[in-house]
């Protein structure tokens, strides 16, 4: 179960945020005031703190100067969550050894759980990609490990190659091998006629929707069970369960999609991680 300090000195916003993230499977902890932080933080083991900048007694600065003293875990993870966002705010939160700044006025509170979620998520995969080229770089790991013989084989089939290129090269990271196509058509050949583990489909593309690939793959004996996810540029409800309702994985709003986001959906579709 993650951990996480929640630093809050109205007690009615305090219990709002406590059951928010307790309802998510957030251990939570509650302090007031900067001395409460730092004390959870030794007693306690914790995986963030989402850090107010104004409190009484010891600023949020002040705060993250002792957690980054050397005297705490150097993994805990720090969020400011405030209403000082100005630029020079962010700037010095994060040179002080914050891991990121979320403005209080952007989240609700259930929008706020989604987001801490992104943000460990994205730590996470941050520090495993680091350890990763360290084991490299000392020899652990082979610069061929990517492309194993037996890796599970992903088709794209998407017509912006940014897309292409910044989810591919993360799948690949992790050990998969990843294919292209950047037209409906030609994409839907290369799905018939490869022997793919896991589909991408983007839904608006040139020469075939990807609604129209979903259906003429679903009706096809040799591809009718391959998962496929969807991405789309459109956030409408509508949009989501017509593809849904083809049977699907997973559908995402591409614009809105972190790699590592992906990559996770996928590993946890191919049971591989």
Do not use: H
């Given at each position: 179960?993650t951990s996480i300090i929640i630093v809050e000195d109205d007690p009615m916003i305090s219990e709002i945020y406590q059951r928010k993230f307790t309802e998510a499977g957030f251990e939570v902890f509650v302090a007031e005031s900067g001395d409460q932080v730092l004390a959870l933080a030794k007693k306690e083991k914790v995986d963030l703190i989402l850090l107010d900048?104004?409190?009484?007694?010891?600023?949020?600065?002040?705060?993250?100067?002792?957690?980054?003293?050397?005297?705490?875990?150097?993994?805990?993870?720090?969020?400011?969550?405030?209403?000082?966002?100005?630029?020079?705010?962010?700037?010095?939160?994060?040179?002080?050894?914050?891991?990121?700044?979320?403005?209080?006025?952007?989240?609700?509170?259930?929008?706020?759980?989604?987001?801490?979620?992104?943000?460990?998520?994205?730590?996470?995969?941050?520090?495993?990609?680091?350890?990763?080229?360290?084991?490299?770089?000392?020899?652990?790991?082979?610069?061929?490990?990517?492309?194993?013989?037996?890796?599970?084989?992903?088709?794209?089939?998407?017509?912006?190659?940014?897309?292409?290129?910044?989810?591919?090269?993360?799948?690949?990271?992790?050990?998969?091998?990843?294919?292209?196509?950047?037209?409906?058509?030609?994409?839907?050949?290369?799905?018939?006629?490869?022997?793919?583990?896991?589909?991408?489909?983007?839904?608006?593309?040139?020469?075939?929707?990807?609604?129209?690939?979903?259906?003429?793959?679903?009706?096809?004996?040799?591809?009718?069970?391959?998962?496929?996810?969807?991405?789309?540029?459109?956030?409408?409800?509508?949009?989501?369960?017509?593809?849904?309702?083809?049977?699907?994985?997973?559908?995402?709003?591409?614009?809105?999609?972190?790699?590592?986001?992906?990559?996770?959906?996928?590993?946890?579709?191919?049971?591989?991680?």
């Amino acid at each position: 179960m993650t951990s996480i300090i929640i630093v809050e000195d109205d007690p009615m916003i305090s219990e709002i945020y406590q059951r928010k993230f307790t309802e998510a499977g957030f251990e939570v902890f509650v302090a007031e005031s900067g001395d409460q932080v730092l004390a959870l933080a030794k007693k306690e083991k914790v995986d963030l703190i989402l850090l107010d900048l104004v409190m009484p007694r010891m600023d949020g600065f002040e705060v993250i100067k002792n957690l980054r003293s050397g005297n705490y875990d150097p993994n805990l993870k720090v969020v400011v969550f405030s209403n000082l966002n100005q630029k020079e705010d962010r700037e010095k939160a994060l040179n002080l050894g914050a891991d990121g700044f979320v403005s209080k006025s952007e989240y609700a509170p259930t929008a706020l759980v989604g987001e801490i979620g992104r943000l460990l998520n994205q730590f996470r995969e941050k520090e495993k990609n680091e350890k990763r080229e360290n084991d490299r770089e000392n020899g652990i790991i082979s610069e061929n490990s990517q492309e194993k013989a037996d890796a599970k084989k992903i088709l794209i089939i998407e017509d912006e190659v940014i897309f292409i290129d910044m989810f591919g090269e993360k799948l690949r990271s992790e050990g998969y091998a990843v294919d292209s196509a950047e037209n409906g058509a030609w994409g839907l050949k290369k799905a018939i006629e490869g022997d793919y583990d896991l589909l991408v489909i983007d839904m608006m593309m040139p020469a075939m929707t990807g609604e129209e690939i979903i259906e003429k793959l679903k009706a096809e004996e040799k591809t009718k069970n391959i998962p496929i996810i969807v991405l789309s540029a459109s956030v409408e409800d509508a949009a989501a369960k017509k593809v849904q309702d083809l049977g699907i994985n997973a559908f995402f709003v591409k614009t809105q999609l972190i790699p590592s986001d992906l990559c996770r959906e996928v590993n946890k579709i191919l049971g591989t991680k």
